[in-house]
Structure formats: structure tokens, C-alpha cells
């Protein structure tokens, strides 16, 4: 049998505006509980919504960064629903005529690049947060009114892998334009999977499942690949179902059934009356389209052209807006892009925690720069360099310094060095004849025993060369 899976993803990014949607409240996360609040938010009789001009530009940078066409007059309505949370009875978002349409995102995938279609960017808020407790629930409504966008993906996403690499790439290009600081963790990125499965020879498809709230990159894949299996045992034993809401039980591994799911139907939607539809011409569009910085596929592509790296090194160095900016800082002013790529790739990135997010170090562009031109040159060996590195991030100390401090210039001097040779061969009679022998091991132990006398300032190369002469001479 043959069954294609199909996954769509629906996606929630509250915007990082400094007010929130429709008042003047500030947009901050966590804070005391209803201490951000104002009439609007809270929906108190009388007050009026204004849509926040920041919302609408940051919408269209998304929009335009996720390749959409930007519909020039959108509207909002009122999606109706009791829930505690929900101070109105409804939610402000749009629904049939949204602010953008028909994007889409390239993601890669085993078999290559992958177009991933977007039906649709809306604009909404989003509501308050209850507070489960033991015998009460408390509410805090500081997150009402906080601005958010729905995306809405194409079901074009075949398997978890490649729906966790929408999101992974969704998420980075959201980052990498400023909209959102996109934290799973704090609920800024939020991701519902909506999942079916096909018989390709039969046509008969399954009932679409949506798993609700994930929260993590992993949990998305998970949870779309254990519906796909659960989807396919529905098919193969002839089980029908109704459209379900579910939600991902990490712990066990599972989707769990929460609920039949609403149909638009519950929801009565009707156009928010309060507030006027949103109007814009191109000349507004292209003025939001030249804010756009360079996109992270754009970046890499040029990183890859521009400094010769690697895919591999061009997609790590693009993964932070920050990271990017260091290589090139460092790259502009010294001329081995590929030391820079390894350097960085290598021994800065084990040094800096959770560098997809918040690439920092605690030095400058400049002295990373000083440091390479030390080990190029052959003024320190690769060893020191990596020692002065660790001193550069535990003291913050130039590289000058710490290199004085420590004693660490590199001894390329034949007679110094000869010394430290004559006095390891001396003691070492059994290696030189192991080495006669044909035991090629023996080298580097006797290199690593003349690095260690010269207390690792030794010319690595030149300690090889001088073993080599004076062994073939004995
Ligand atoms: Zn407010």
C-alpha cells in the first residue's frame, strides 16, 4: 500500500511592537498580572480599538520577507467565543479578506529545495492567560490585546521532518527581520499541525487531525509523525473519524484526544464594526519592502559565492542575525574567509551558549581579527591561539596582552629549539629506535614531549622537521 501524508501548519508570532495591538498599553512579556491593561484591552463598555501602525508595517515585512501578495484593502472581524480569557466574547482578527495571501518558503529537503505555499498572513490579538491552580483559576489579562499574526501553510509538507523544517526556517527568517523575537518557550512562536493521511490507491483520505500548542521543534516532528502512524492504522483497519482537536503528550510520547473539533460555523464570525478597513497602496508596500534586510536563504547563497564556504559552514554562520554580522565584521578585515568560517565554527560557537539565539561574545571584531593574524603569521601556534581564545572570553584581556602575560609567543628559533630536541632524544633511546623501526607512532610522542618542554611555544612544524633530521642522522 501507498499513502501520501499531507501536514499544514498554522502559526501564531506575537509581533514585538513596543504597544500593543489596538491601545497604547506597552507590549512586554510576563510582568505583574493586569498591570498592563487599559479599557481597550479589557474591553471595558465604550472604549474604541486603533489599529497600531507598527502592527500593520511589521505584518507586511513577514508578508513580504514569506513572499506573499499584499492584499491593498483588508478588513477585521470578530470571531466569537466564550472563554474566560477573552474579555470581549471575541477575538479581533480577519477572516475573509486578510492582509496577505498565496507566499510561500523554501525549505531543503532530502530530495532538494522545497516550496512551501502560505494561504494566508492575518492579523489578530491575542488573549489573556489563565492560571490553573489547585481549587481556583486565576486570570491575567496583561497578554490581551498583545498584536499577533496567524500563518496559515499549504498541506504541502510531507512527513515531521519537513514540517519541523518549515518552522525551523519560518522562525529564522521572522528573526533575522526583527518582527518577532520568536521564543517557543515564552509562547511568541506558537504552532498548531493539522495532519491527514491519503491511500494513494483507494483515494480515501482520513479525516484531518489537529494537534494543538506545540512547543518545540522536536515536539512538532514528533507529533506529526506519530498521527501519520495512527492515521494509516485508521485506514488500513477501515476506521472513520471525526475531525479531531488533539494535544501532544511529551512525556508518553502521544497525541491525546481533547475534542471534536469546532467547525468555522461555532464561531459566528462578523466584520469588527469598530474598526476601518485597512487600505495601502504600493508606494506604501515598497516603502516596507526597502526595510527588508537581506533574507538568511539570500545570505547564505551570497556567503557561499562571496567567501567560498561550504554549504554547511554558510548555513551555521546565517543562523543568527548576530553571528552573521560578527563573520563578516571579522572577514572584512582579514583575508581568509575560511579561518574566520573555522575559527568561528569551531572554537567561538563551543564557547557561546545557544547560538541560534543570542550570539554574543564579550570581545570585539577586532581584536577576534588581531588573534587570527597572531596565529597566521606563526607569532603564536594554533594551541596558544586556541588558549589565548579561552582567556579572551574568561578575562575579556586583548590578545596582545594575554599573549605577553602568558608567555606564549611561539620559539622559531633552530638553535632554541634544537636544545629542547637533543635533550628528548637523550632521553628517549627506545623511541628513536622504534621509530628506525618503522614505528611511525613514536614521532608524535616525541614531538608532543619537545611541545611540552617548550612549554607548548614551540614551532610545532619546525620541532618535526629538526626530530626528523637529527633522528636520520643517528
Ligand atoms: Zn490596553
Not at 43 to 65: F, H
Not at 132 to 151: A, F, K, M, Q, S
Amino acid at each position: 500500500m501507498s499513502y501520501k501524508t499531507i501536514v499544514g501548519l498554522e502559526i501564531h508570532v506575537e509581533l514585538s511592537t513596543v504597544t500593543k495591538a489596538f491601545c497604547s498599553c506597552e507590549n512586554t512579556f510576563g510582568g505583574e498580572p493586569n498591570t498592563r491593561v487599559c479599557p481597550v484591552c479589557l474591553a471595558l463598555p465604550g472604549a474604541m480599538p486603533v489599529l497600531n501602525e507598527n502592527v500593520l508595517n511589521y505584518t507586511l515585512m513577514a508578508a513580504l520577507a514569506l513572499n506573499c501578495t499584499i492584499n491593498k484593502e483588508s478588513k477585521f472581524d470578530r470571531k466569537n467565543y466564550f472563554y474566560p480569557d477573552l474579555t470581549k466574547g471575541f477575538q479581533i482578527t480577519q477572516n475573509d479578506r486578510p492582509i496577505a495571501v498565496e507566499g510561500h518558503l523554501t525549505i531543503d529537503t532530502d530530495n532538494g529545495p522545497k516550496d512551501i505555499g502560505i494561504y494566508q498572513i492575518q492579523m489578530e490579538e491575542d488573549t489573556g492567560k489563565s492560571l490553573h491552580g489547585d481549587n481556583e483559576t486565576l486570570i491575567d489579562y496583561n497578554r490581551c490585546g498583545v498584536p499577533l499574526i496567524e500563518i496559515v501553510s499549504k498541506p504541502d509538507m510531507a512527513s515531521g521532518k519537513e514540517g519541523r523544517a518549515f518552522l525551523e526556517n519560518l522562525r529564522n527568517t521572522l528573526k533575522f527581520i526583527g518582527v518577532s523575537d520568536v521564543k517557543m518557550e515564552e509562547g511568541s512562536l506558537r504552532c498548531d499541525v493539522n495532519v491527514n493521511v491519503k491511500d494513494e490507491l483507494t483515494g480515501k483520505k482520513t479525516a484531518v487531525t489537529e494537534v494543538k500548542n506545540l512547543n518545540s521543534f522536536r515536539a512538532v516532528e514528533k507529533a506529526i509523525d506519530f498521527e501519520v502512524a495512527r492515521h494509516i492504522a485508521l485506514l488500513e483497519n477501515g476506521e472513520d473519524e471525526l475531525r479531531t482537536t488533539r494535544r501532544w503528550d511529551d512525556v508518553n510520547g502521544q497525541t491525546v484526544l481533547m475534542r471534536v473539533k469546532y467547525t468555522q460555523a461555532d464561531y459566528r464570525f462578523q466584520p469588527e464594526g469598530d474598526l476601518v478597513p485597512v487600505v495601502i497602496d504600493d508606494a506604501y508596500i515598497e516603502t516596507i519592502r526597502a526595510q527588508l534586510p537581506e533574507l538568511p536563504a539570500d545570505k547564505k547563497a551570497r556567503f557561499i559565492s562571496a567567501y567560498n564556504l561550504s554549504e554547511y559552514d554558510a548555513a551555521v554562520l546565517t543562523s543568527s542575525v548576530q553571528l552573521a554580522e560578527f563573520f563578516e565584521s571579522v572577514a572584512a578585515k582579514f583575508d581568509d574567509a575560511n579561518m574566520v568560517s573555522n575559527w568561528i565554527m569551531t572554537e567561538v560557537l563551543r564557547r557561546v551558549e545557544d547560538t541560534e539565539d543570542n550570539f554574543e561574545v564579550p570581545f570585539e571584531a577586532d581584536d577576534f581579527v588581531e588573534l587570527l593574524n597572531f596565529v597566521k603569521s606563526g607569532k603564536i601556534n594554533n594551541n596558544a591561539g586556541k588558549k589565548v581564545l579561552r582567556e579572551m572570553f574568561e578575562s575579556k584581556a586583548k590578545p596582545a596582552d594575554i599573549i605577553e602575560d602568558k608567555g606564549l609567543l611561539q620559539v622559531s628559533d633552530d638553535s632554541a629549539i634544537g636544545v629542547w630536541v637533543d635533550e628528548v632524544l637523550k632521553d628517549n633511546p627506545q623511541s628513536i629506535e622504534d621509530i628506525k623501526g618503522g614505528k611511525d607512532r613514536a614521532m608524535g610522542f616525541l614531538v608532543g614531549q619537545v611541545m611540552k618542554k617548550s612549554k607548548g611555544k614551540a614551532n610545532p612544524g619546525l620541532v618535526n622537521k629538526l626530530l626528523q633530521e637529527k633522528i636520520q642522522k643517528m
